[in-house]
């Protein structure tokens, strides 16, 4: 596995310095998915090395290409995570990007769950930022992050967990951000099946003030290094019932066909979509709250700017 700051070190970003909340380890409760077996290249091929085995793989922007992975099963829902270390040096307009997406399928109503990182712009450190879209991309739903640490000198964990009950997002096992899905926004909810992707790619006209700093490729390569990945949840088309074999023929056709719903069977055979993963404990409740009040920047809920009738969930 790959070392991680202690979670109770102390740790900078900005000048400050942080004492992080001691959390549950998530990461820890899934077995990591092989990059080669699990996920085939989505674009960019000669930028993606695999190294040790398939357990670690590292993807490149250069003036030829961005690089690109995509799992080979699209989810219902489930767990999604991996260590990412990303690229030093000047990195204006770089964005990596780890996410879910059915855009393939449904180019003109898709859904999307978005970590998004994205590289300094002369002034500023990586930040991240979230964001979900359901059925479309007419209303995005940024948020954005300054780090507690240094996310270019080695591996942090960034994770996705996504179910009927809720999205939450998580770096190093911290909540950043909860999406609840209490009724009042049902529209806006992805629910379709989607992949997960991880892309470093040049946003330089997206990710940069309108392009005022553009990737300076005089410092490419920009490398990426990815390890620890987890795939843990309900597939859409699973090679065999997802997390381990059913016990009983009745639980296994609940395994393949993955009810997107609250019952005993489906807990039994789908932890994520069970009572443990229902909602945040009060120790996570209260780790998400440090987050937000110390990093994060910008949130949707607090532009009336940009929407002069704020999303239902910010009422």
């Known amino acids: 596995m790959i070392s991680l700051f202690c979670m109770s070190s102390l740790v900078s970003s900005h000048n400050k310095h942080y004492t992080t909340p001691s959390v549950p380890r998530l990461t820890d409760l899934f077995s990591h998915v092989s990059i080669d077996k699990g996920c085939s290249y989505a674009f960019g091929g000669p930028n993606i090395k695999l190294l040790n085995n398939g357990s670690m793989a590292t993807l490149s922007l250069d003036k030829t290409s961005g690089s690109g992975l995509v799992s080979k099963n699209k989810y219902h829902y489930g767990f999604f995570s991996a260590a990412i270390k990303l690229p030093a040096g000047l990195t204006s307009g770089v964005v990596v990007a780890f996410y ?63 179910n009927s009950h809720h999205i939450v997002f998580l770096v190093d096992n911290i909540p950043v951000r909860e999406f609840p899905n209490n009724g009042k926004f049902t529209s806006s909810y992805p629910s379709k099946p989607m992949s997960l992707y991880v892309t470093i790619w040049d946003g330089s006209e997206w990710a940069t003030h309108g392009g005022k700093y553009p990737v300076n490729y005089k410092y490419a390569p920009f490398v990426t290094s990815l390890a620890d990945l987890e795939m843990a949840g309900c597939s859409a088309n699973p090679a065999k019932p997802p997390q381990q074999a059913a016990a009983t023929p009745g639980e296994a056709a609940a395994a393949s066909s993955c009810s997107n719903t609250n019952s005993s069977l489906s807990s039994k055979v789908d932890p994520v979509q069970g009572a ?32 002069k009738v704020l999303p239902a969930e910010c009422t």
Request: net charge negative.
């Open 100 to 162: 879910l997406s059915n855009v393939d399928t449904n180019p003109h109503n898709h859904d999307e769950i978005d970590i998004e990182l994205l590289g300094n712009d002369k002034r500023l450190d990586w930040t991240l930022q979230t964001n979900i879209y359901a059925n479309g991309v007419s209303t995005g739903r940024e948020e954005k992050f300054y780090f507690w640490f240094d996310p270019r000198q080695q591996h942090h964990y960034y994770s996705i967990l996504w």
């Open 276 to 307: 443990d993963f229902a909602k945040l404990s009060n120790q996570q409740m209260s780790a998400m709250t440090w987050a937000r009040s110390k990093l994060m920047f910008y949130s949707y809920c607090k532009d009336p700017s940009r929407y």
